[in-house]
């Protein structure tokens, strides 16, 4: 197995991916690695691991870097030599058959929107995010990708999301829940009221709506959101958990005696991290699309890299593409694109 | 001045209304109040408080609640005579200058949209919610009266809130930013991004797009959403909040050393509370019906009921209606009903 992964992806590259690279090499003696990126650069960094001529690695010069400041569609554009247009291209090819990358979130949805396209069937891929929650966690999605959607994409998000939780989370009927507001009365905005009824004709364990909160409690394993709503949920979870984070220093520093608490309880503190921590599962795959994408968060730590080339590896074996065509094959038309008038994206609710 | 409360809100009502109106009454020698509730059961807790016959206290029979549990619809429709349904009618009369319940708010919203209405020029009231960040708090509108929304009433959700933001924060100048997704490049979904072209137009200190975390980190003073992903924002915070005390208890009760250090830190954990806590504010207004209505939490205690009635009469004192209309009325066409054809929510992005 080939896994493509992005030497110039992240906030510390190609540093902090080669050491994660080193890790994967160790850790999956299976595992071929085509590495992509500014080949001196990287080079240096494969030295300083002791990995220059691995014979797992195959070296790709990518000239070009998308910034994680660039617009994607600047970066796609202009940049069709960088790390992660290139493997997207080998994706598409089948010169890989999975790719990773820590990098530019935007540029990768768009680069493999446009290269590799989606799976038949699949109108739109999605960004499935893992969170936390008491129980656990869950899986939210879309956690961006499309900030416009219709009751069909959430069906096929639904159905993308229940696949991909029976291989994260081991579960073989997860819980999928559509995110929604209100109670029992307010049954959710247009959007989620029409997604309700294809949510309830599909074979998937549908429990019906969830709230946010509820999600973090623990009710279910799957969010199904439009990528809007869902990238709110996403960041809202992320500014808490900071804010948070600095308000506990706030007040556990105030006086020398919460000070000493605190330094006797401090692995409680690192421990609590790990609870939001990323690096388990390394990052996100972009379902959907005709192939496997990971893509990792820009902060990515070396154990993050090596996991995201792990799952991209776990998800080539778990057979997740074809198990989504089957999946969207066999949940009849509600799921189908060709079986609707195409729908138009709508002004959001 | 005369504020109606509702006796029979929330989950401890009456006891709880009732303690928190005999701490108004004391501190707020000014305030009239028309208490509206079941009559024997608000006078066994008037004469435990010690306030029957108070001269300054007017209670109205309303024999029915409306149950948290219930439906909004239902409990409007079956219940003509619950506290809620009460007040509204005494606030369309005028009988009341404003009200305050920390009761139903799905009912609360029905009966007085319904019954009170809007203001002129204003197409749907919104629930204004103040949330903690780094930096303070920030209003968060629609926090969830309106799952669909259109342009038009993201443009006047943003002036309210500018007006709300200039009474409840003390700001001359409330920074105003519109929630949104993604970085430079998605500028949000088809809604915001016909919102953003109006809101540009207001003369208010619009400045931007605003991401979910960003408003943790204390970058806005009002955020202007529609009320599904208003609301996913305000439950995804809630939810976590709750995750992270329940993570916080684990870690620390894991052995002795991280006990002790807890309870040697013990009030800086009473501290981290209050950050998240709204009984400081008592409550979230309606803003934009034709009357001073605040919601509080159907978790109130009696702080909060208290706070929530000095709310009240702040915001009419404030002349908080009276500068909404004028606002609108100031903010040229791009605010106004009547000036464009008429929006259809239109499904949810």
Not at 75 to 94: C, F, M, Q
Request: aromatic share 6%.
């Amino acid at each position: 197995m080939k896994i493509g992964v992005d030497a110039m992806g992240g906030d510390f590259a190609p540093g902090v991916v080669i050491e994660g690279l080193a890790q994967a090499l160790v850790d999956f003696p299976a595992l071929e690695v085509v590495l992509a990126g500014h080949q001196p650069r990287v080079e240096f960094y494969l030295e300083k691991y002791g990995l220059t001529g691995h014979k797992r690695i195959e070296l790709v010069h990518a000239p070009t870097v998308c910034e994680m400041s660039e617009a994607s569609a600047v970066a796609l554009r202009a940049k069709r030599d960088s790390s992660i247009t290139t493997l997207a291209r080998l994706l598409k090819e089948k010169k890989i058959d999975a790719m990773a990358t820590p990098g530019h979130t935007g540029a990768t949805v768009a680069a493999t929107k446009v290269l590799v396209r989606t799976l038949p069937g699949i109108d739109r891929p999605a960004l499935a995010a893992s969170m936390p929650s008491k129980k656990g966690r869950f899986l939210l999605m879309d956690a961006g990708a499309n900030p416009d959607c219709t009751p069909l994409h959430l069906t096929q998000f639904a159905l993308m999301g229940d696949i991909y939780a029976q291989y994260l989370y081991r579960k073989e009927r997860p819980r999928v829940g559509l995110l929604s507001v209100g109670g029992e009365d307010i049954k959710g905005c247009e959007l989620t009221k029409e997604a309700f009824k294809r949510l309830e004709q599909l074979p998937i364990n549908f429990v019906g709506n969830v709230e946010a909160d509820a999600a973090f409690e623990g009710e279910v394993d799957v969010v199904v959101s439009d990528g809007f709503a869902g990238n709110v949920m996403l960041k809202s979870a992320e500014g808490l958990a900071r804010a948070t984070v600095y308000w506990l220093k706030q007040v556990l520093t105030k006086n020398a005696l919460r000070l000493m608490g605190a330094v006797l309880a401090k692995n409680a503190f690192v421990e609590l991290k790990a609870f939001g921590a990323s690096d388990v599962i390394g990052g996100a795959p972009l379902l959907g699309i005709n192939g496997i994408c990971i893509i990792g968060h820009g902060g990515s730590n070396p154990t993050a890299v090596r996991n995201a080339i792990r799952v991209a590896a776990e998800c080539v074996e778990f057979g997740l593409n074809q198990r989504i065509v089957a999946a969207i094959e066999n949940a009849g038309d509600v799921a189908k694109l060709q079986k609707f008038p195409p729908e138009q994206p709508k002004t959001q609710a």
